[in-house]
């Protein structure tokens, strides 16, 4: 498979806190251009905390990108893998 390598520039430390609201809180000070990093694998991300997230980076005037959105294409958290595209589409 033609992998790609990607980095993070914020890491949430979400796997370790596995706090949903430190979580937001620390995802959402992301500055512009960060590539943040979350993990899906436990009831803290869900698409509440992400709607919260958006709203926090939006106050600031920053977008919110997702390289994944789901398995009907709007955003929807699967926990399925997938390979990220080689650059962003946003």
């Not at 997230?53 to 990108?65: A, E, K, V």
């Amino acid at each position: 498979a033609d992998m790609k390598i990607w980095t993070w520039t914020h890491d949430t430390l979400d796997w370790m806190v596995r706090s949903k609201q430190t979580t937001v809180a620390r995802a959402g000070a992301a500055r512009r251009g960060d590539t943040v990093l979350m993990h899906m694998q436990w009831e803290g991300f869900t698409p509440d905390s992400i709607r919260q997230i958006r709203n926090r980076l939006s106050d600031r005037g920053i977008g919110l990108c997702r390289a994944y959105h789901g398995k009907d294409g709007r955003g929807a958290v699967a926990k399925t893998p997938v390979y990220l595209p080689s650059s962003l589409p946003c």
